[in-house]
């Protein structure tokens, strides 16, 4: 088939396959994981559903990792990974009554 001069055919993407899959949700863990604890936010092109969907993945093994939430943001071009809110410690007034023994 034929292009009209100067111009490029749009590239075929390949779906990754399930050892590829697997192989970078692990190695993006963990180069997101420094990302976030250096800068707090990481951010990478993720313009298919596929790469959208490996990179939540990837969100959640680092939430994991980190014990801390993690959340991811697409836009359809990008996807943002950063920190999600802590859960505030309960209130002293939540907080469970501590039983005290009576002397007598």
Same mark, same amino acid.
């Given at each position: 088939?034929?292009?009209?001069? %100067?111009?490029?055919?749009?590239? *075929?993407?390949?779906?990754?396959?399930?050892?590829?899959? +697997?192989?970078?949700?692990?190695?993006?863990?963990?180069? +997101?994981?420094?990302?976030?604890? =250096?800068?707090?936010?990481?951010?990478?092109? =993720?313009?298919?559903?596929?790469?959208?969907?490996?990179?939540? =993945?990837?969100? *959640?093994? +680092?939430?994991?990792?980190?014990? *801390?939430?993690?959340?991811? $943001?697409?836009?359809? *071009? $990008?996807?943002?990974?950063?920190? %999600?809110?802590?859960?505030?410690?309960?209130?002293?007034?939540?907080?469970?009554?501590?039983?005290?023994?009576?002397?007598?």
């Amino acid at each position: 088939m034929a292009h009209p001069l %100067g111009t490029q055919p749009a590239p *075929r993407r390949t779906p990754l396959s399930a050892e590829e899959r +697997v192989r970078s949700e692990a190695s993006f863990a963990s180069l +997101v994981a420094q990302q976030l604890v =250096a800068n707090g936010r990481f951010r990478v092109s =993720a313009d298919t559903p596929e790469m959208v969907d490996l990179f939540q =993945a990837v969100a *959640r093994r +680092v939430g994991e990792t980190l014990q *801390r939430p993690v959340v991811s $943001y697409a836009n359809g *071009r $990008y996807i943002v990974i950063t920190f %999600g809110q802590e859960e505030a410690p309960a209130a002293p007034a939540e907080a469970p009554a501590q039983h005290r023994g009576t002397g007598t």
